[in-house]
Protein backbone atom coordinates (compact mmCIF):
# COMPACT_ATOMS: atom_id res chain seq x y z
CA UNK A 1 0.00 0.00 0.00
CA UNK A 2 1.13 3.49 -0.83
CA UNK A 3 0.35 6.21 2.52
CA UNK A 4 -0.66 9.23 1.58
CA UNK A 5 -0.89 12.26 4.21
CA UNK A 6 -3.07 15.01 4.11
CA UNK A 7 -2.55 17.37 6.42
CA UNK A 8 -5.84 19.45 7.21
CA UNK A 9 -9.25 18.33 6.78
CA UNK A 10 -11.13 20.91 6.23
CA UNK A 11 -13.82 22.48 3.86
CA UNK A 12 -11.64 22.43 0.95
CA UNK A 13 -10.70 18.68 1.75
CA UNK A 14 -14.44 16.99 1.06
CA UNK A 15 -14.05 16.27 -2.76
CA UNK A 16 -10.18 15.06 -2.18
CA UNK A 17 -10.68 12.73 0.23
CA UNK A 18 -13.65 11.31 -1.88
CA UNK A 19 -11.84 11.22 -4.81
CA UNK A 20 -8.88 9.21 -2.86
CA UNK A 21 -11.24 6.81 -1.43
CA UNK A 22 -12.86 6.03 -4.82
CA UNK A 23 -9.40 4.84 -5.66
CA UNK A 24 -7.96 3.49 -3.48
CA UNK A 25 -8.61 -0.48 -3.71
CA UNK A 26 -7.62 0.11 -7.44
CA UNK A 27 -4.50 1.57 -6.97
CA UNK A 28 -3.46 0.60 -3.23
CA UNK A 29 -3.73 3.29 -1.30
CA UNK A 30 -3.73 4.25 2.77
CA UNK A 31 -5.39 7.73 3.44
CA UNK A 32 -4.09 9.29 7.02
CA UNK A 33 -5.52 12.50 7.13
CA UNK A 34 -4.02 14.73 9.95
CA UNK A 35 -5.52 17.33 11.60
CA UNK A 36 -5.48 19.43 15.04
CA UNK A 37 -9.36 17.62 15.80
CA UNK A 38 -10.09 14.43 13.89
CA UNK A 39 -14.49 14.82 13.81
CA UNK A 40 -14.15 16.24 10.57
CA UNK A 41 -11.73 13.55 9.11
CA UNK A 42 -14.01 11.07 10.82
CA UNK A 43 -16.97 12.33 8.97
CA UNK A 44 -15.63 12.60 5.64
CA UNK A 45 -13.64 8.59 6.70
CA UNK A 46 -16.75 7.19 7.00
CA UNK A 47 -15.05 4.39 8.73
CA UNK A 48 -13.67 3.51 5.16
CA UNK A 49 -11.05 0.57 5.34
CA UNK A 50 -8.35 2.53 3.26
CA UNK A 51 -8.13 5.62 5.53
CA UNK A 52 -7.71 6.73 8.98
CA UNK A 53 -7.42 9.90 11.02
CA UNK A 54 -4.86 11.26 13.34
CA UNK A 55 -4.30 13.81 15.78
CA UNK A 56 -1.52 16.58 14.11
CA UNK A 57 -0.42 19.74 15.03
CA UNK A 58 1.75 21.15 12.60
CA UNK A 59 3.31 23.17 15.03
CA UNK A 60 4.72 19.93 16.96
CA UNK A 61 8.04 19.00 14.73
CA UNK A 62 7.92 15.50 16.49
CA UNK A 63 4.37 14.45 15.09
CA UNK A 64 4.99 16.07 11.93
CA UNK A 65 8.48 14.38 11.41
CA UNK A 66 6.64 10.81 12.41
CA UNK A 67 3.76 10.83 10.16
CA UNK A 68 5.63 12.48 7.04
CA UNK A 69 8.55 9.59 7.58
CA UNK A 70 5.76 7.07 7.19
CA UNK A 71 4.31 8.70 3.75
CA UNK A 72 4.77 8.28 0.55
CA UNK A 73 3.41 11.57 -0.69
CA UNK A 74 2.47 14.77 1.74
CA UNK A 75 -0.49 16.46 0.82
CA UNK A 76 -0.73 19.98 2.82
CA UNK A 77 -4.17 21.52 2.76
CA UNK A 78 -3.06 23.81 5.84
CA UNK A 79 -3.35 27.83 5.60
CA UNK A 80 -0.37 28.74 3.14
CA UNK A 81 1.47 30.39 5.95
CA UNK A 82 2.05 27.15 7.47
CA UNK A 83 3.28 24.70 4.48
CA UNK A 84 6.76 25.47 4.87
CA UNK A 85 7.95 23.69 7.64
CA UNK A 86 5.91 20.41 6.08
CA UNK A 87 7.74 21.40 2.68
CA UNK A 88 11.31 21.49 4.81
CA UNK A 89 10.47 18.28 6.28
CA UNK A 90 9.42 16.63 2.81
CA UNK A 91 13.23 17.47 1.84
CA UNK A 92 14.90 15.57 4.86
CA UNK A 93 12.50 12.57 4.40
CA UNK A 94 12.41 12.74 0.57
CA UNK A 95 8.79 12.98 -0.11
CA UNK A 96 6.09 14.46 -3.16
CA UNK A 97 4.59 16.83 -1.91
CA UNK A 98 1.21 18.94 -3.26
CA UNK A 99 -0.60 21.64 -2.21
CA UNK A 100 -3.09 24.32 -3.71
CA UNK A 101 -1.67 27.58 -2.52
CA UNK A 102 0.45 30.03 -4.35
CA UNK A 103 4.23 29.50 -4.37
CA UNK A 104 5.82 31.77 -1.68
CA UNK A 105 9.32 32.87 -1.56
CA UNK A 106 10.33 30.63 1.37
CA UNK A 107 8.86 27.50 -0.79
CA UNK A 108 10.41 28.55 -3.91
CA UNK A 109 13.60 28.61 -2.26
CA UNK A 110 13.58 24.79 -1.74
CA UNK A 111 13.64 24.27 -5.46
CA UNK A 112 16.70 23.41 -6.48
CA UNK A 113 16.90 21.19 -3.13
CA UNK A 114 13.79 19.39 -4.72
CA UNK A 115 15.63 18.79 -7.61
CA UNK A 116 18.31 17.78 -6.59
CA UNK A 117 16.27 14.57 -4.15
CA UNK A 118 13.91 14.39 -7.64
CA UNK A 119 11.19 15.19 -5.54
CA UNK A 120 8.18 16.75 -7.27
CA UNK A 121 6.30 19.72 -4.87
CA UNK A 122 3.43 20.56 -7.05
CA UNK A 123 1.68 24.18 -6.31
CA UNK A 124 -0.77 26.14 -7.03
CA UNK A 125 -3.23 22.99 -8.41
CA UNK A 126 -6.89 24.28 -6.86
CA UNK A 127 -9.08 26.30 -8.52
CA UNK A 128 -7.50 29.47 -8.44
CA UNK A 129 -4.58 29.58 -8.74
CA UNK A 130 -4.81 25.63 -10.16
CA UNK A 131 -7.67 25.39 -13.17
CA UNK A 132 -7.08 28.81 -14.29
CA UNK A 133 -3.80 28.11 -14.74
CA UNK A 134 -4.07 24.89 -16.94
CA UNK A 135 -7.05 25.95 -18.66
CA UNK A 136 -5.06 28.85 -19.41
CA UNK A 137 -2.06 27.42 -21.10
CA UNK A 138 -4.03 24.68 -22.83
CA UNK A 139 -5.21 27.79 -24.84
CA UNK A 140 -2.09 30.01 -24.98
CA UNK A 141 -0.23 26.85 -25.85
CA UNK A 142 -2.77 25.95 -28.98
CA UNK A 143 -2.58 29.75 -30.16
CA UNK A 144 1.32 29.51 -30.54
CA UNK A 145 1.91 26.06 -31.53
CA UNK A 146 -0.32 28.23 -34.73
CA UNK A 147 1.95 30.71 -34.97
CA UNK A 148 -0.13 33.14 -33.92
CA UNK A 149 0.55 36.32 -31.42
CA UNK A 150 -0.94 36.75 -28.00
CA UNK A 151 -2.67 40.15 -27.88
CA UNK A 152 -4.76 39.92 -24.74
CA UNK A 153 -5.62 37.46 -21.65
CA UNK A 154 -7.94 38.05 -19.10
CA UNK A 155 -8.78 35.78 -16.43
CA UNK A 156 -12.22 35.74 -13.86
CA UNK A 157 -12.82 33.65 -11.27
CA UNK A 158 -15.67 33.61 -8.22
CA UNK A 159 -17.01 31.49 -5.63
CA UNK A 160 -20.42 32.23 -5.34
CA UNK A 161 -24.00 31.07 -4.18
CA UNK A 162 -25.98 28.82 -6.71
CA UNK A 163 -29.26 30.67 -7.99
CA UNK A 164 -31.52 27.78 -6.06
CA UNK A 165 -29.66 28.96 -2.58
CA UNK A 166 -29.16 32.68 -3.80
CA UNK A 167 -31.74 33.91 -0.86
CA UNK A 168 -30.30 37.29 0.46
CA UNK A 169 -29.46 41.12 -1.32
CA UNK A 170 -25.72 40.71 -1.42
CA UNK A 171 -26.03 37.14 -4.15
CA UNK A 172 -23.36 35.71 -2.16
CA UNK A 173 -22.36 33.02 0.57
CA UNK A 174 -19.17 32.13 1.71
CA UNK A 175 -17.99 29.20 -0.27
CA UNK A 176 -14.44 29.37 1.03
CA UNK A 177 -11.80 30.94 4.37
CA UNK A 178 -14.29 33.76 4.93
CA UNK A 179 -11.13 35.87 6.60
CA UNK A 180 -9.69 35.74 2.79
CA UNK A 181 -12.99 37.60 1.13
CA UNK A 182 -12.83 40.36 3.83
CA UNK A 183 -9.21 41.40 3.27
CA UNK A 184 -9.43 40.95 -0.23
CA UNK A 185 -7.58 43.57 -2.46
CA UNK A 186 -5.71 44.76 0.00
CA UNK A 187 -1.44 44.64 0.44
CA UNK A 188 -0.96 47.38 -2.45
CA UNK A 189 -3.06 48.41 -5.67
CA UNK A 190 -4.25 46.58 -8.16
CA UNK A 191 -1.84 46.49 -11.35
CA UNK A 192 -2.24 45.47 -14.54
CA UNK A 193 -2.37 46.44 -18.49
CA UNK A 194 -4.32 47.47 -20.86
CA UNK A 195 -3.53 48.22 -24.98
CA UNK A 196 -0.19 48.98 -24.10
CA UNK A 197 -0.76 51.26 -21.00
CA UNK A 198 -0.31 50.59 -16.83
CA UNK A 199 -3.06 50.44 -14.66
CA UNK A 200 -3.07 51.12 -10.77
CA UNK A 201 -6.09 50.69 -8.96
CA UNK A 202 -5.55 51.98 -5.13
CA UNK A 203 -7.36 49.64 -2.53
CA UNK A 204 -10.02 52.40 -1.43
CA UNK A 205 -11.16 52.72 -5.44
CA UNK A 206 -11.00 48.73 -6.24
CA UNK A 207 -14.67 47.72 -5.65
CA UNK A 208 -15.80 51.17 -7.60
CA UNK A 209 -13.73 50.51 -10.62
CA UNK A 210 -15.58 46.83 -11.91
CA UNK A 211 -16.37 45.23 -15.37
CA UNK A 212 -19.48 43.55 -16.42
CA UNK A 213 -19.46 39.83 -17.55
CA UNK A 214 -21.82 37.62 -19.48
CA UNK A 215 -20.62 34.10 -18.10
CA UNK A 216 -22.02 31.03 -20.31
CA UNK A 217 -26.05 31.10 -19.76
CA UNK A 218 -25.42 31.57 -16.67
CA UNK A 219 -26.57 35.30 -16.16
CA UNK A 220 -24.22 38.85 -15.74
CA UNK A 221 -21.50 38.76 -13.03
CA UNK A 222 -19.16 42.04 -12.41
CA UNK A 223 -15.53 41.50 -11.50
CA UNK A 224 -12.85 43.50 -9.67
CA UNK A 225 -9.22 43.61 -10.21
CA UNK A 226 -6.73 41.25 -8.32
CA UNK A 227 -3.82 42.68 -6.55
CA UNK A 228 -1.01 41.78 -9.00
CA UNK A 229 -1.76 40.89 -12.78
CA UNK A 230 1.23 41.40 -14.32
CA UNK A 231 3.46 38.72 -12.54
CA UNK A 232 1.41 36.39 -14.80
CA UNK A 233 2.97 37.55 -17.89
CA UNK A 234 6.61 36.07 -17.74
CA UNK A 235 4.38 32.60 -15.86
CA UNK A 236 2.73 32.07 -18.87
CA UNK A 237 4.98 33.06 -21.66
CA UNK A 238 3.33 36.83 -21.83
CA UNK A 239 6.23 39.12 -21.57
CA UNK A 240 5.17 40.86 -25.09
CA UNK A 241 1.31 41.03 -24.30
CA UNK A 242 -0.36 44.49 -24.83
CA UNK A 243 -3.45 43.34 -22.11
CA UNK A 244 -3.33 41.38 -19.21
CA UNK A 245 -6.03 41.62 -16.49
CA UNK A 246 -7.27 38.80 -13.40
CA UNK A 247 -10.19 39.32 -11.33
CA UNK A 248 -12.54 38.25 -9.30
CA UNK A 249 -16.14 37.57 -9.95
CA UNK A 250 -19.38 38.71 -7.99
CA UNK A 251 -22.75 39.32 -8.63
CA UNK A 252 -23.87 42.80 -9.93
CA UNK A 253 -24.21 45.14 -6.82
CA UNK A 254 -22.25 42.89 -4.61
CA UNK A 255 -19.12 45.65 -5.35
CA UNK A 256 -21.03 48.65 -4.77
CA UNK A 257 -21.86 47.49 -1.54
CA UNK A 258 -18.75 46.20 -0.06
CA UNK A 259 -17.34 49.46 -0.50
CA UNK A 260 -19.49 51.26 1.80
CA UNK A 261 -17.57 48.49 4.70
CA UNK A 262 -14.03 49.84 2.91
CA UNK A 263 -14.93 53.62 3.09
CA UNK A 264 -15.99 53.47 6.74
CA UNK A 265 -12.66 51.50 7.52
CA UNK A 266 -14.02 48.09 8.73
CA UNK A 267 -11.90 45.96 6.62
CA UNK A 268 -9.08 47.01 8.63
CA UNK A 269 -6.75 44.26 10.03
CA UNK A 270 -4.09 46.63 11.16
CA UNK A 271 -5.19 47.21 14.81
CA UNK A 272 -7.26 45.70 18.23
CA UNK A 273 -10.39 47.41 19.56
CA UNK A 274 -10.65 47.70 23.07
CA UNK A 275 -13.28 45.80 24.84
CA UNK A 276 -14.11 44.53 21.29
CA UNK A 277 -15.29 41.00 23.37
CA UNK A 278 -18.09 43.13 24.54
CA UNK A 279 -19.50 45.16 21.64
CA UNK A 280 -22.63 44.96 20.23
CA UNK A 281 -23.12 45.08 16.55
CA UNK A 282 -24.67 48.58 16.34
CA UNK A 283 -21.72 49.54 19.37
CA UNK A 284 -19.28 48.26 16.14
CA UNK A 285 -21.00 50.45 13.31
CA UNK A 286 -20.81 52.95 16.15
CA UNK A 287 -17.50 53.33 15.85
CA UNK A 288 -16.82 54.76 12.69
CA UNK A 289 -19.04 57.27 12.45
CA UNK A 290 -18.43 60.73 14.13
CA UNK A 291 -20.36 61.46 17.77
CA UNK A 292 -23.48 63.12 17.87
CA UNK A 293 -25.73 63.69 21.37
CA UNK A 294 -29.18 63.41 19.45
CA UNK A 295 -28.78 61.25 16.35
CA UNK A 296 -29.01 58.00 15.57
CA UNK A 297 -26.20 55.15 14.46
CA UNK A 298 -28.16 55.01 10.84
CA UNK A 299 -28.85 58.49 10.53
CA UNK A 300 -25.04 59.41 11.14
CA UNK A 301 -24.45 56.39 8.37
CA UNK A 302 -26.90 57.36 5.75
CA UNK A 303 -25.49 61.31 5.97
CA UNK A 304 -21.92 60.43 6.07
CA UNK A 305 -22.24 57.89 2.95
CA UNK A 306 -25.02 59.49 1.17
CA UNK A 307 -27.83 56.28 1.05
CA UNK A 308 -30.84 57.12 0.63
CA UNK A 309 -33.36 55.15 2.77
CA UNK A 310 -35.17 53.51 -0.24
CA UNK A 311 -31.80 52.50 -1.83
CA UNK A 312 -30.62 48.99 -2.35
CA UNK A 313 -27.34 49.28 -0.26
CA UNK A 314 -29.67 50.55 2.62
CA UNK A 315 -31.57 47.30 2.73
CA UNK A 316 -28.52 45.17 2.19
CA UNK A 317 -27.29 46.91 5.17
CA UNK A 318 -30.37 46.22 7.62
CA UNK A 319 -30.43 42.64 6.38
CA UNK A 320 -27.20 42.12 8.14
CA UNK A 321 -28.85 42.66 11.56
CA UNK A 322 -25.51 45.40 11.22
CA UNK A 323 -27.58 47.53 14.13
CA UNK A 324 -28.95 45.05 16.28
CA UNK A 325 -27.90 46.22 19.76
CA UNK A 326 -28.24 43.12 21.71
CA UNK A 327 -25.89 40.81 19.44
CA UNK A 328 -22.87 40.65 20.60
CA UNK A 329 -19.15 40.48 18.46
CA UNK A 330 -17.79 38.31 21.49
CA UNK A 331 -14.25 38.23 20.13
CA UNK A 332 -11.48 39.57 22.22
CA UNK A 333 -8.60 41.93 21.57
CA UNK A 334 -10.58 42.03 17.51
CA UNK A 335 -9.58 43.60 14.67
CA UNK A 336 -12.52 45.59 13.24
CA UNK A 337 -11.84 42.87 9.89
CA UNK A 338 -12.69 40.05 12.37
CA UNK A 339 -15.38 41.81 13.59
CA UNK A 340 -16.73 42.43 10.58
CA UNK A 341 -16.49 38.96 9.58
CA UNK A 342 -18.33 38.04 12.05
CA UNK A 343 -21.39 39.89 11.74
CA UNK A 344 -21.18 38.18 8.18
CA UNK A 345 -20.90 35.06 9.04
CA UNK A 346 -24.00 35.10 11.10
CA UNK A 347 -25.71 35.78 7.29
CA UNK A 348 -23.77 33.79 4.99
CA UNK A 349 -22.42 30.83 6.04
CA UNK A 350 -23.83 28.02 4.07
CA UNK A 351 -26.71 25.48 5.34
CA UNK A 352 -26.87 22.34 5.45
CA UNK A 353 -28.50 21.98 1.98
CA UNK A 354 -27.03 25.02 0.31
CA UNK A 355 -25.78 24.85 -2.86
CA UNK A 356 -22.39 27.21 -4.00
CA UNK A 357 -21.00 27.45 -7.46
CA UNK A 358 -17.66 28.21 -9.03
CA UNK A 359 -17.38 30.76 -12.28
CA UNK A 360 -14.63 30.93 -14.57
CA UNK A 361 -13.94 32.86 -17.31
CA UNK A 362 -11.07 33.69 -19.83
CA UNK A 363 -10.69 35.69 -22.92
CA UNK A 364 -7.85 35.32 -25.10
CA UNK A 365 -7.23 37.63 -27.98
CA UNK A 366 -4.50 36.93 -30.76
CA UNK A 367 -3.51 38.09 -34.48
CA UNK A 368 -3.30 35.13 -36.97
CA UNK A 369 -2.39 35.80 -40.90
CA UNK A 370 -2.97 39.50 -40.20
CA UNK A 371 -6.74 38.80 -38.76
CA UNK A 372 -7.72 40.09 -34.79
CA UNK A 373 -9.51 37.72 -33.15
CA UNK A 374 -11.04 36.43 -29.25
CA UNK A 375 -11.79 33.18 -27.89
CA UNK A 376 -14.26 33.27 -24.94
CA UNK A 377 -13.41 29.93 -22.26
CA UNK A 378 -16.02 29.69 -19.66
CA UNK A 379 -16.36 27.25 -17.24
CA UNK A 380 -19.67 26.85 -14.31
CA UNK A 381 -19.30 24.14 -11.66
CA UNK A 382 -22.16 23.42 -8.92
CA UNK A 383 -21.67 22.16 -5.49
CA UNK A 384 -24.23 19.29 -4.14
CA UNK A 385 -24.53 20.78 -0.30
CA UNK A 386 -22.57 22.43 2.74
CA UNK A 387 -20.36 19.39 3.07
CA UNK A 388 -19.50 18.40 -1.16
CA UNK A 389 -19.42 22.18 -2.15
CA UNK A 390 -18.17 23.32 -6.04
CA UNK A 391 -15.44 25.08 -3.92
CA UNK A 392 -14.06 22.07 -2.60
CA UNK A 393 -14.52 19.61 -5.81
CA UNK A 394 -12.68 21.84 -8.16
CA UNK A 395 -10.17 22.46 -5.45
CA UNK A 396 -9.76 18.81 -3.81
CA UNK A 397 -9.62 17.23 -7.54
CA UNK A 398 -6.82 19.06 -9.04
CA UNK A 399 -5.04 18.39 -5.67
CA UNK A 400 -5.91 14.53 -5.89
CA UNK A 401 -5.45 13.80 -9.43
CA UNK A 402 -1.51 15.48 -9.71
CA UNK A 403 -0.99 13.34 -6.61
CA UNK A 404 -1.74 10.07 -7.90
CA UNK A 405 -0.02 11.34 -10.94
CA UNK A 406 3.10 11.66 -8.78
CA UNK A 407 2.90 9.25 -7.05
CA UNK A 408 2.44 6.53 -10.11
CA UNK A 409 5.60 8.48 -12.30
CA UNK A 410 3.22 10.02 -14.79
CA UNK A 411 4.29 13.29 -13.78
CA UNK A 412 7.84 13.25 -12.69
CA UNK A 413 9.60 16.87 -13.72
CA UNK A 414 11.05 17.80 -10.24
CA UNK A 415 11.00 21.00 -8.64
CA UNK A 416 9.21 23.86 -6.37
CA UNK A 417 6.61 24.32 -9.37
CA UNK A 418 2.69 25.64 -10.75
CA UNK A 419 0.62 23.52 -13.03
CA UNK A 420 1.58 25.13 -16.34
CA UNK A 421 3.48 22.52 -18.62
CA UNK A 422 1.74 20.41 -20.98
CA UNK A 423 2.85 17.17 -18.98
CA UNK A 424 1.12 18.43 -16.47
CA UNK A 425 -1.93 20.31 -17.26
CA UNK A 426 -2.95 17.86 -20.36
CA UNK A 427 -3.55 14.83 -18.33
CA UNK A 428 -5.10 16.28 -14.99
CA UNK A 429 -7.77 18.61 -17.07
CA UNK A 430 -8.64 15.32 -19.24
CA UNK A 431 -9.30 13.65 -16.10
CA UNK A 432 -11.08 16.48 -14.56
CA UNK A 433 -13.71 16.85 -17.45
CA UNK A 434 -14.98 13.28 -16.20
CA UNK A 435 -16.35 14.91 -13.16
CA UNK A 436 -17.76 17.58 -14.88
CA UNK A 437 -15.21 20.55 -14.94
CA UNK A 438 -15.02 21.40 -18.24
CA UNK A 439 -14.96 24.79 -20.24
CA UNK A 440 -17.24 25.60 -23.01
CA UNK A 441 -15.33 27.61 -25.64
CA UNK A 442 -16.60 30.31 -28.52
CA UNK A 443 -15.36 32.90 -30.48
CA UNK A 444 -16.23 36.07 -30.09
CA UNK A 445 -15.17 39.73 -31.82
CA UNK A 446 -11.61 40.91 -31.16
CA UNK A 447 -12.29 43.69 -28.63
CA UNK A 448 -8.94 44.84 -27.38
CA UNK A 449 -10.58 45.39 -24.14
CA UNK A 450 -13.66 45.08 -22.08
CA UNK A 451 -15.65 48.22 -23.11
CA UNK A 452 -18.09 47.51 -19.77
CA UNK A 453 -15.28 49.07 -17.25
CA UNK A 454 -16.95 51.10 -14.43
CA UNK A 455 -14.61 54.32 -13.90
CA UNK A 456 -16.57 55.57 -11.03
Not at 13 to 32: A, D, T
Not at 51 to 58: G, H, K, P, R, T
Not at 308 to 332: A, G, T
Request: glycine fraction near 6%; charged fraction near 25%; include cysteine.
Amino acid sequence: MKNILIIGAGKSSSYLIKYLLEKSNEEKLHLIIGDISTSNANKLINNHKNAESVVLDVFNAEQRHQFIKKADMVISMLPARFHIEVAKDCITYNKHMVTASYISKEMKELDEAAKKKGLVFMNEIGVDPGIDHMSAMQVIDRIRENDAKMLLFESFTGGLVAPESDNNLWNYKFTWNPRNVVLAGQGGAAMFIQEGTYKYIPYHKLFRRTEFLNINGSGKFEAYANRDSLKYRSIYGLDEISTMYRGTIRKVGFSRAWNIFIQLGMTDDSYTIEDSENMSYRDFVNLFLAYSPSDSVELKLRSYLKIDQDDVMWEKLIELDIFNPKKKIELKNATPAKMLQKILEDSWTLQEDDKDMIVMQHLFGYEINGKKRQIESSLVVYGENQTYTAMAKTVGLPVGIAALKILKGEIKTPGVQRPITKEVYEPILKELEEYGIKFTEREVPYLGYNPNHVTG
